[in-house]
């Protein structure tokens, strides 16, 4: 069976945008983001058209008189498609195009055919698909012209006779039957990543980049790691997660991940649906929210950021505001800066924030510290006692720590060394047995540190202050 979404390509095809603007929104270029999706789509934009109301008409959204207008501008430059920046009902798509003689797709359908066309992982094209389906069954009756009577055969014996099943049941039946099986299918991958994010997670301090589409979140990660997720300067050039190790100094790293980008108004059944592709976000130790400073929607988009981060569930992990694409601030026109927050406003409201650039670098270096105090949490100097024979134990203290001196005696060996309150974590965490100041390393943790007035990080909650298991 198709569900009418596999048929709805627009490539190549003229088009005319719209948009109804109600007074919740307020948007500096509000057909901007359209735009883009209408060119990540490979749209061919012959036409625009804006409307101001209230409340959006019943029957077909636009006011009568600009249903009239549309029609005409659809017959004057030979329009194949209208796409509105408004999220439509089944009844308000069939109202208009059947008024202005013309395919309509509203938001919700854009996105999820930008989404369709590049999914390439087996889970975002199953992700894809259950979300397609998600969108078409109540728009059923709208797109299907067969909905006549089946009556299953001549209608003999109690329960045949009568009109029988309408097909739009069958039909509906039918979705539900293939969403079933996807699920099922996503269900067993989707396991298999939980387990590997739960084992990386163990192993390492992990990171997450997020952000809007389209903030550089790509360019950045290959910039702090050995690359190779496709980077490009269009909405949704990541659809899947690619992870790699980040060096940050003195032996340290961390597992980075590359996430696929949010946006406004993102159809909920995709935020369902790639819950399991941004499982490394849900479960990092730290989020680095990245912010495109030099887009004039940027406020917008940091807050639609923050609404998604808690919508899929990320309110754990600690988060860390980048301000990427900091460079172009500098290069701005005086009319782009007239749009524009200059980065001190930005510093201003949000001082624990860091301006960064992936294209030239800057502020980097600044970010991998940043990210590696986190890492180690509240640094102290300890006398740490561990057994010779723990190999693993003793590599991991002089590599990763500065060591200040060394006393063995017997089997032991005792170091002086700067060591952060979840670097201790970690090594716990893998059923290190050690002793600090002379006390098991437990003890000491729950009855000297923890327990430490106006220590470094006392007061901070328990996710951000014992990120756990890496």
Known sequence: ????????RILSERSILVQVRLPSRDERDPLGELRALADTAGVQVVGEMQQNLKVPRGATYLGKGKVEELGAMVQALDAKVVVFDNDLSPSQVQ????AIGCKVLDRSELILDIFAHRATTRQAQLQVEIAQLQYTAPRLRAMWAHLGQVTGGAPVGVGT???GEQQLEIDRRLVKVRVDRLRGELAEIAGRKQREVHARRTEHFTAGLVGYTNAGKSSLFNALTRGGAFANDQLFATLGTRVEQWNLRGGNSCMLSDTVGFIRDLPHHLVASF???????VHAHLLLVVLDVSDPRAENQLEVVEHTLNEIGATEPA??????KADRLESASARDSERVHPLSWWLERHPDALAVSALTGEGLDRLAEQVLERQKGAVRTLRVTVPLRDARTVDFLEKRCPVHARDYLDSQVTLTVEIGRRQVDQLLSRGARFDIEGIPANDFVRTQWDAQPGRPDRGVPPHERMVGEW
């Open 319 to 324: 988060r860390l505001l980048v301000l990427n």
């Open 1 to 8: 069976m198709e569900t009418g979404l596999s048929q709805s």
């Open 161 to 163: 006779r009568g009109p």
């Open 275 to 281: 819950r399991s592709t941004l499982e490394d976000a």
């Open 95 to 98: 109202g208009l195009e059947e």
